[in-house]
């Protein structure tokens, strides 16, 4: 099983910077990549960024440059710093892991139950 616990969301102003983190309880499966999403209303779920097993990264266009993502490894967390956040950063980020069962090579989305980020104009 994978599971996913998100920390670190809240309020803060525009131009402030937030840090969430996410922590996965594994037990037989190989995380290949965690990321983050986030999801406004009435809107899909939508990608911020993510870090692969050998530590390349993706971002949003949106994002790049005010937020960055970081893994420990050892620890199996992933954590987002976000900097200059934005009214339009608004919405609840979701803590994201793909991940495999040991000896095989197809891979499942796993979830956070989200945590909410408010940036108050």
């Known amino acids: 099983q994978v599971q996913l616990v998100e920390s670190g969301g809240g309020l803060v102003e525009a131009g402030g910077s937030l840090r969430l983190s996410c922590v996965a309880s594994i037990s037989g499966f190989i995380i290949d990549a965690m990321g983050w999403y986030r999801q406004t209303p009435g809107n899909q779920r939508e990608l911020v960024a993510t870090m692969t097993s050998d530590g390349s990264t993706t971002y949003a266009e949106s994002v790049e440059g005010r937020f960055f993502i970081s893994r420990d490894y050892a620890k199996k967390t992933v954590n987002l710093q976000m900097h200059s956040l934005k009214p339009e950063d608004t919405a609840v980020y979701y803590c994201?892991?793909?991940?495999?069962?040991?000896?095989?090579?197809?891979?499942?989305?796993?979830w956070g139950q989200g945590t909410q980020v408010t940036v108050a104009s």
């Open positions: 994201n892991a793909e991940a495999r069962r040991y000896g095989r090579s197809a891979r499942n989305g796993y």
